[in-house]
């Protein structure tokens, strides 16, 4: 009888702590599922049911875009492959393309059952979101230097693998940590940050548990998304507001903003700033757009200034040490740079494009007066093809083959 009635409390307490974290248990087992064949589309267009979120609303008047579409290339040339435009995209898995020239949106059609007025996962665009943000407090006087080493503004990362590490190192991805970013690996730390994320944990915590190091502080380039979550602690230290705060009253106030967006956050309330940026397809562009014209906001013939011109053209120079791994590469081995939170591709000719996993991209190019705003559910981003191609060389091809297209630019 006291065995039976010690084994009802137990099970008691099990009850009350599964219905206690019931939200938690189910958050989890959808993001387990995000990327699922049958879901993905769905999940990547309703990131608000899957993880925490905070709205960012919009204020002020949107940005009037000018529209005068016309048809994209009907076939590309590839290394002197002709390819079919079409077949492409959908080869890519791609649910939005808004192509803007000198201004005006020039192209725009949804895809695979998504629309217009979906609020799509930037997943790792967000960065450049982020590096945005970052010089501008940097300008202001917030941050002092990005010589300055992370732990004086976020003392709570003395004795990690971030300790010695400066805010420069972190926004090139060259920390020197030891983090595996595989995502087909479920032991990866990249999928350990995704269940803290579901099952409602700290990624301040997380952060500042990371021990490891496998180099020291800007020595290699090496794809590292925390790194991103440990710029915004600076931000949030630096200027004492919240990312998302942060970001409604410097930027989405300022931008013009089609649309209320979405900050995805873990459950203590801070942003997933590596990844959880949530907007319309157009809101994308309009943020290319800002980069294009030097951080500024252009309406009926007038700018205002949003982003410091000089970061604008720091963050999207390549100026990371060398990559410690060749990154998605080309087939002729041709290298991508890196900037602060910005890809610069291969051989470029003033180009520089913000990527998120899964085909999300930003690509810019200004000498062409273009911005390519693109979404995608591409299960297969991370693999080549036959001649060691990546599939974000594949996108990059695509991308000057309809900036040429729209405009009299021809790569130097």
């Known amino acids: 009888m006291k065995l039976r009635k010690i084994a009802l409390a137990i099970i008691t307490v099990l009850v009350i702590i599964l219905i206690f974290n019931m939200g938690n248990i189910q958050r989890l087992i959808r993001v387990k599922s995000l990327f ?108 002092e230097s990005l010589d300055d080493q992370v732990t ?49 944990g700290s990624l301040d915590k997380f952060a500042a548990k990371q021990k490891k190091t496998i180099r020291k502080p800007g020595e290699a380039w090496q794809y590292c998304s925390i790194d991103t979550h440990v710029i915004a602690m600076v931000l949030r230290a630096a200027t004492g507001e919240t990312l998302q705060d942060y970001f409604v009253e410097n930027l989405w106030s300022k931008i013009g903003a089609g649309a209320d967006a979405t900050y995805s956050t873990d459950s203590k309330g801070n942003a997933f700033a590596l990844g959880g940026l949530n907007m319309r397809t157009r809101d994308y562009a309009l943020f290319g757009e800002l980069f294009r014209n030097g951080g500024k906001r252009i309406e009926d013939g007038h700018s205002t200034q949003i982003i410091p011109a000089d970061w604008v053209q720091a963050s999207t120079t390549p100026s990371a040490p060398p990559m410690a791994y060749n990154h998605n590469q080309t087939a002729d081995g041709s290298p991508f740079g890196y900037g602060y939170q910005w890809w610069i591709p291969p051989n470029a000719d003033g180009e520089f494009y913000a990527v998120g996993v899964y085909g999300q991209y930003i690509y810019v190019n200004p000498k062409a007066g273009i911005v390519i705003a693109k979404n995608a559910a591409h299960r297969e981003f991370m693999e080549t093809d036959a001649t060691g191609e990546g599939y974000m060389a594949h996108n990059i091809t695509l991308f000057r083959a309809i900036a040429e297209h729209y405009s009299d630019w021809q790569r130097e």
């Open 36 to 143: 699922d064949a049958d879901k993905i589309v769905q999940n990547f267009s309703h990131m608000d049911g899957l993880l925490y979120a905070d709205p960012l609303p919009k204020s002020g008047p949107a940005h009037e875009w000018p529209i005068a579409l016309s048809p994209l290339p009907e076939t590309y040339l590839d290394r002197g492959e002709e390819k079919n435009t079409k077949a492409m995209l959908e080869e890519l898995s791609t649910t939005a393309l808004v192509v803007v020239k000198d201004g005006a949106i020039v192209f725009e059609d949804y895809y695979q059952g998504t629309g217009k007025d979906d609020l799509r996962i930037s997943w790792s665009m967000s960065k450049s979101f982020v590096s945005a943000l970052t010089g501008l407090a940097l300008s202001r006087g917030d941050i």
């Open 152 to 200: 004086k503004y976020v003392p709570s990362l003395k004795g990690s693998a971030y300790d010695g590490a400066t805010l420069r190192n972190v926004l090139h991805m060259a920390s020197g940590i030891d983090f595996n970013e595989d995502y087909l690996d479920p032991k990866s730390d990249i999928n350990k940050m995704g269940t803290v994320l579901a099952v409602g």
